[in-house]
């Protein structure tokens, strides 16, 4: 059985309610906690470029990563192996 902690650092697709994107959004899953995910994505943070201060130039770089509560989330969708062909 899959577990979602199996997914920590896996590239997955992600449904959120009241998005106006049906199609969900690639994203990669940096924490799972037992209120929601933490999750990484460029769409979602480009989005987001506008409140954030400009990067320091002395600093490495840092990726933005979001909470979101599991009742915000529709669905996430991941490929799994395939026991059943497997040998």
């Known amino acids: 059985m899959l577990r979602l902690e199996d997914l920590i650092g896996k590239k997955v697709i992600i ?10 959004y690639d994203i990669t899953i940096h924490g799972v906690e037992s209120g929601g995910l933490w999750i990484e994505s460029e769409e979602l943070a480009r989005g ?3 409140i954030l ?3 320091a130039k002395d600093r490495p770089t840092q990726k933005l990563v979001f909470f979101f509560p599991y009742a ?5 969708m991941a ?3 395939d026991l ?3 040998s």
């Open 53 to 55: 201060p400009p990067p």
């Open 84 to 86: 059943e062909n497997g």
């Open 72 to 76: 915000q989330i529709q669905f996430v």
């Open 15 to 24: 449904a959120l309610e009241r998005s106006k994107k049906a199609s969900g």
């Open 79 to 81: 490929l799994s192996t």
């Open 48 to 50: 987001s470029e506008a």
